[in-house]
């Protein structure tokens, strides 16, 4: 089976780290051993960088919607560019800690930046260049940040308002729906519950994916 580039993606709290967990060991299971793993924004020394400039800011300097964007594609640039393809390109699978579709949600959906923007850098930066699979754990905010905020510190963007974080959703939820490469699991079930449904959606999808190589 040639390499893929698995993506987790969801609000804060959805359980991704659990996900990530769930999708190792379904590869295992099918054979593959050879993974690398991202996060985004981050991953290289560079993006980690844009990372801590992305969550918190520097000196109390307004962070305005166009630059935390163009820092968000400069992580991805680079994340794509020196891992992500050289890491499919011999061969090992990747599984992604989020991807392009939180720019679409979060960008593009929470903080409401100009759609013709967003897909003229996301053209720019990535080419045609897609996941192959990308899981979306779909929750109400409220649970996920309830989840996520009995952890501790906020960052930048886990300090926005609920209506924020509801038409993030709204975004993911919509473009899930017209995408048939995005598999939306329902995060808000018990964790056991959540595991199992994800393990059955990825191995019909590794399957599959045997069936055409
Ligand atoms: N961002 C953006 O705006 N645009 C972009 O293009 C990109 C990112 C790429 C990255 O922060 C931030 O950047 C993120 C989006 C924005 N900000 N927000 N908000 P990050 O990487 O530091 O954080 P994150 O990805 O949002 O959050 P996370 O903490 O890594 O979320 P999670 O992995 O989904 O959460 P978790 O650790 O797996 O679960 C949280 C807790 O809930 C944990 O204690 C679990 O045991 C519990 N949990 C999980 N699932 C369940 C279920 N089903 N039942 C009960 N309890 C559960």
Same mark, same amino acid.
């Given at each position: 089976?040639?390499?893929?580039?698995?993506?987790?993606?969801g609000l804060?709290g959805a359980g991704k780290?659990s996900a990530?967990?769930?999708?190792?060991?379904?590869?295992?299971?099918?054979?593959?051993?050879?993974?690398?793993?991202?996060?985004?924004?981050?991953?290289?020394?560079?993006?980690?960088?844009?990372? @801590?400039?992305?969550? =918190?800011? &520097?000196?109390? !300097?307004?962070?305005?919607?166009?630059?935390?964007?163009? *820092?968000? %594609?400069? +992580?991805?640039?680079?994340?794509?560019?020196?891992?992500?393809?050289?890491?499919?390109?011999?061969?090992?699978?990747?599984?992604?800690?989020?991807?392009?579709?939180?720019?679409?949600?979060?960008?593009?959906?929470?903080?409401?930046?100009?759609?013709?923007?967003?897909?003229?850098?996301?053209?720019?930066?990535?080419?045609?260049?897609?996941?192959?699979?990308?899981?979306y754990l779909d929750l109400p905010?409220?649970l996920g940040?309830?989840?996520?905020?009995? @952890?501790?510190?906020? =960052?930048? &963007?886990?300090? !926005?308002?609920?209506?924020?974080?509801?038409?993030?959703? *709204?975004? %993911?939820? +919509?473009?899930?729906?017209?995408?048939?490469?995005?598999?939306t699991l329902d995060a808000s079930l018990?964790l056991?519950?959540v595991?199992?449904a994800?393990?059955?959606?990825?191995?019909?999808?590794?399957?599959?994916?045997?069936?055409?190589?």
């Amino acid at each position: 089976m040639d390499s893929k580039f698995i993506v987790i993606e969801g609000l804060e709290g959805a359980g991704k780290t659990s996900a990530i967990n769930v999708v190792v060991e379904m590869l295992g299971r099918h054979g593959i051993h050879d993974v690398v793993f991202t996060r985004e924004p981050g991953g290289t020394p560079l993006a980690e960088v844009l990372r @801590r400039l992305i969550k =918190d800011g &520097i000196d109390n !300097e307004k962070v305005t919607d166009k630059a935390e964007l163009l *820092m968000l %594609y400069a +992580a991805r640039a680079q994340l794509v560019e020196n891992v992500i393809k050289p890491a499919l390109a011999r061969g090992a699978w990747v599984i992604g800690d989020r991807h392009d579709l939180s720019s679409q949600a979060y960008q593009g959906g929470g903080r409401g930046v100009d759609p013709t923007l967003l897909s003229t850098l996301r053209d720019l930066v990535l080419g045609d260049f897609r996941p192959h699979l990308t899981l979306y754990l779909d929750l109400p905010p409220a649970l996920g940040l309830q989840r996520a905020r009995a @952890r501790g510190e906020l =960052d930048r &963007i886990e300090q !926005e308002s609920l209506p924020f974080f509801e038409r993030t959703r *709204m975004r %993911y939820r +919509a473009l899930a729906m017209g995408d048939p490469t995005i598999v939306t699991l329902d995060a808000s079930l018990p964790l056991a519950q959540v595991r199992d449904a994800l393990r059955e959606r990825l191995d019909a999808w590794l399957n599959t994916q045997e069936l055409h190589s």
